[in-house]
């Protein structure tokens, strides 16, 4: 090993050691409850946009 890849890894393994609150990977509720609305609007806007394709199908096509 170089003498750079020795002190990066001496660096990343002191990191590791510190740990600390942000290296934890801890997750807020608030971020859990923006996820869960914006993929729950993702699939009503989904579903909304094949509902209007399929109720107005034989429609479109005479375009």
Do not use: F, P
């Amino acid at each position: 090993m170089t003498k750079y890849a020795i002190r990066l890894a001496q660096w990343y393994k002191s990191r590791l050691e510190q740990g600390g609150a942000s290296d934890r990977g801890d997750i807020s509720i608030t971020t859990i409850i923006i996820w869960v609305a914006a993929v729950a609007g993702a699939i009503a806007i989904a579903g909304t946009i094949g509902l209007v394709i399929t109720r107005y199908n034989t429609t479109l096509s005479g375009i």
